[in-house]
Each structure stands twice: as structure tokens, then as C-alpha cells.
């Protein structure tokens, strides 16, 4: 594929181009809502008249639902990694325009939106976005983005994974480093495909010939001079140079954890520790767990009758805890296992674990079981949003494996997180370092949006009853 064209289809499905066309299918959207609805009976050709309520449904509406996209992550491909997520989001997108318009209509106009014009905007705004999005992931999917490592061969491997697990358009071709001889060509190491540069090819040349469009660095700091210069002119030839940690946290949202050092943790100023925002997420916290607990009394009686009849065991499972700065709390879930589950000790959940009752794996799927812990949030034990808590005897056995977990408990755990909407459940060491890449990276670029995010994640998430 020549550059050009991938250059095209890089801006056609980009963020902009997407913006604008959510503006243009919220726009029409608007209009014919109004023109179907009973109670209105506008022109279009009126367009943004002098009347404040036109322009308002005109312009304003249009622009909120564009905003309320670029919240749900449909501005960023990178996050649209199913068809499924697409439709999702897509149905909430319109929600969150209503919602903020809904506001603002009633502030400006001492009005509230028709249900009507409401529910008309909401079905043709989702089909028109939904539409264009699933179009747009398949244009950019045949836009395939070769990334060559220049650096150490053992990040390699893991690059490859990583990418096929995300479903995105990157392909790693190889990786490359210092080494070379007189002929060049390839060599195995390990089953990884590595390159040899012949020994009078430029390092932008050769990256030419290999028709890479991205050079990862894997150690910035070990480079020569003339490495420098070579990887200078790459990016002079439209060849995009970025160090690997770099690339992991932008592309591919979650931070290369094991890649790191203490320079990284000792350079970070998080949102997080800032006064301001942890203030409001401490509101909100307050707000949704009592929210919680009120709508979880109406129902808590029949599903603790359902426990009770079937096995006459407990209702609650209270287990320990480490929660911020690893301070340990006991968490309260619904019991949805056996009540010998752990007569052997302490054991990794595992996906169809046996020990989940039949009732439990309907309380699993619909995150019921997860309510109670509406009570932790409003102790301050938890957030709504964080990595999730995980039991001391736990956590000893995965910090002798995985370098750098435990700066995961510098912020609070959380009923859900940006590791459990884009990786589901871990059931070993081996998935706890991966999640442990996205705690690192909510820690990092923790946001009002981000959280908007999440929460919108976890809600796609309960509709596919993933767990």
C-alpha cells in the first residue's frame, strides 16, 4: 500500500473527519426528529433562525452529541475493538447529547425536550452513527500498519501478543538493533524474526526497503550517534519514530510495566493526587454508592432468599483485602461459590470455575455479586473506579514475579477499572501482569473522561456479560 493511501485512510477515519460526521448525522437527525414530531412544525429551510430554540436544536444539540463520542471513545479507533463495542457506544452516545442538551434546555429555555423528539433523535442519531463507525473500523482495518523494534529482541515477542490481542490494524514485522554483517537478510532467534542491516545501508534506507511506517526504540539511552542521526532521517522521510513505552500508552492505552524504570514512577505529577479532582471523585463515590444501596433495597431481599434456599449457606463473602498504600480492608461480594470453595486454600478463580453455583454464575455475569461492595465505597475503603483489590496471600505470590505491581495500590481499588473493561478477569500471574499495564496506565492519565470511559466500559461489559 503506497503511503499516500495510507496516509487517506489514516485521515478519513480519523478523529476529525469523524467529529465532523457525527456533527453532519446529528444534525439531519435533529431535523427530521422535529419534522416527524407532532408538536413542531418547523422549515428547514429556516436553518439557524433568530428563533433561540432553533438554534439551539440546531447547533447545540449536534455539537453536545459530538462531544458525548469523543467521551465514549468513538473519536479514537484505537478503543473500537468489536463490533459489538461499536453498537454499544453507539447507542450511548445520543444518551449522553440528551443528556447534557436536556440541561441546557431547561436552564436556557425554562424547558424540557419532548419525549418524542427525543426518542426519534436518540434511534436515528444511533443507527447514523453506528453505521458510519462500522464503516469507518472496516476502511481502517485494511489500512495495515507495519512497526519494526529497533532495539533488544526480547520485547519483540510480547509485541506481537499484545497487538493480536487488541484486534487493531499494527502489524510487527520484525526487530532490528545495532548488529550487522556484510550481506544483511534475516536471521530466527528464539522463533522471533530479526534483521540484519548490511553493513553500508543507511538506517533510513534500510527501514525503507523493509517498507516499515513506524520504528518502536526499545532503549532510547543505548543509542549511538550515528543511530541518532539514522533514526533523525527516518522521521525527515515520513517514517514516524517513538520509543516503545511511548507507543504502548498512546496506541495502545496500557503502559509496558515490565519496560520500566523508577525515572518513570519518579517523573509522574498524576491528576489523581491532585486536590481538586480527588475532592470529586470522592463526591461522586459518595453519591453513586448511596444511589446504589437505595435501589439495591427493594431488591436485596429476593436475592438473599435465593442464596439462602440454595444451600443454606451464607449470603455475604467477606474475604481480606489490600487496598491504598496496601493497607488491608474486608470487602463484601454476594457468595456466588460453594461454601467448601476454599477448604485447599486460597486458588485463582478460573473462567467456568466449578465452584460457582448456578445462581452465582447469574450474579457473575450481571455483576449482582459485586453490589455489597457499594458499602466499601462509602466507607473510603474503595472507589468505584481503580485496579481491583486483590488478597495479601495473592498479591506476595504475584510481586515475586511481576516487577512493579506494587505501585498499583498508591491509588484506592475500585468495584470496576480501565484493567477490568479491556481485560476482563485474571485468573493467573500471567494476566496479572498484563492488567497490571492498564492500572499503571489509569494511574498515570487518570481523568474526568477517562472515568466517564470506564463507567461507560462497564456498562458494555454487563450488556455482553463478560466475566
Request: net charge positive; hydrophobic share 45%.
Amino acid at each position: 500500500m503506497s503511503k499516500l493511501t495510507h496516509f487517506l485512510r489514516s485521515v478519513l477515519a480519523g478523529p476529525l473527519a469523524l467529529a465532523f460526521l457525527d456533527y453532519c448525522i446529528a444534525y439531519v437527525a435533529i431535523i427530521v426528529a422535529l419534522k416527524l414530531a407532532p408538536k413542531f412544525r418547523v422549515d428547514i429551510l429556516e436553518g439557524i433562525a433568530p428563533n433561540t430554540q432553533l438554534f439551539s436544536f440546531w447547533f447545540v444539540l449536534p455539537v453536545l452529541t459530538v462531544i458525548g463520542a469523543h467521551i465514549s471513545g468513538l473519536h479514537n479507533h484505537l478503543q473500537i475493538r468489536s463490533r459489538l463495542r461499536i453498537i454499544a457506544l453507539s447507542a450511548i452516545t445520543p444518551v449522553i447529547g440528551l443528556i447534557f442538551f436536556g440541561v441546557f434546555f431547561a436552564i436556557v429555555q425554562f424547558e424540557l425536550l419532548g419525549r418524542v423528539v427525543s426518542g426519534l433523535y436518540w434511534l436515528l442519531a444511533f443507527g447514523g452513527i453506528a453505521f458510519s463507525r462500522l464503516f469507518a473500523w472496516s476502511y481502517q482495518s485494511g489500512a495495515i500498519h507495519r512497526i519494526m523494534v529497533f532495539g533488544e529482541q526480547s520485547n519483540y515477542f510480547s509485541m506481537q501478543n499484545r497487538l493480536y490481542a487488541t484486534r487493531l490494524p499494527l502489524r510487527v514485522v520484525g526487530f532490528t538493533n545495532t548488529k550487522r554483517n556484510a550481506e544483511g537478510g534475516s536471521y530466527e532467534d528464539e522463533g522471533k524474526t530479526g534483521f540484519l542491516r548490511p553493513a553500508d545501508m543507511p538506517l533510513a534506507e534500510f527501514f525503507e526497503k523493509m517498507e516499515v511506517d513506524e520504528v518502536l526504540v526499545d532503549t532510547p539511552h543505548e543509542l549511538s550517534e550515528g543511530d541518532r542521526d539514522g533514526l533523525m532521517t527516518c522521521m525527515a522521510r515520513g517514517i514516524r519514530v517513538m520509543n516503545l513505552n511511548y507507543f504502548f500508552e498512546r496506541r495502545l492505552l496500557q503502559v509496558f510495566s515490565s519496560n520500566l524504570s523508577e525515572n518513570w514512577f519518579w517523573s509522574q505529577d498524576p491528576v489523581y493526587f491532585h486536590p481538586f479532582f480527588f475532592a470529586a471523585k470522592r463526591a461522586v463515590d459518595l453519591f453513586l454508592s448511596l444511589c446504589g444501596l437505595l435501589c439495591l433495597v427493594p431488591v436485596f431481599p429476593f436475592l438473599a432468599l435465593a442464596i439462602k434456599l440454595q444451600d443454606g449457606g451464607p449470603i455475604f463473602y467477606r474475604q481480606t483485602r489490600c487496598g491504598q498504600y496496601n493497607q488491608p480492608f474486608t470487602i463484601y461480594k454476594l457468595r456466588t461459590m460453594r461454601q467448601d470453595a476454599e477448604k485447599d486454600g486460597a486458588a485463582w478463580a478460573q473462567k467456568g470455575d466449578c465452584r460457582v453455583t448456578r445462581l452465582g454464575r447469574f450474579l457473575r455475569k450481571t455483576r449482582f455479586d459485586e453490589t455489597p461492595q457499594f458499602w466499601n465505597v462509602l466507607k473510603g475503603d474503595m472507589s468505584f473506579i481503580g485496579p481491583r483489590p486483590e488478597r495479601p496471600e495473592m498479591i506476595d505470590e504475584i510481586e515475586e514475579e511481576v516487577p512493579n505491581y506494587s505501585y498499583r495500590h498508591l491509588v484506592k481499588p475500585g468495584i470496576t477499572g480501565w484493567a477490568q473493561i479491556n481485560y476482563g478477569y485474571g485468573a493467573s500471574i500471567a494476566d496479572a501482569r498484563k492488567k497490571l499495564d492498564y492500572d499503571l496506565y489509569y494511574l498515570k492519565y487518570a481523568s474526568v473522561v477517562l472515568e466517564i470511559q470506564i463507567l461507560l466500559g462497564t456498562v458494555v461489559a454487563m450488556v455482553k456479560g463478560a466475566r
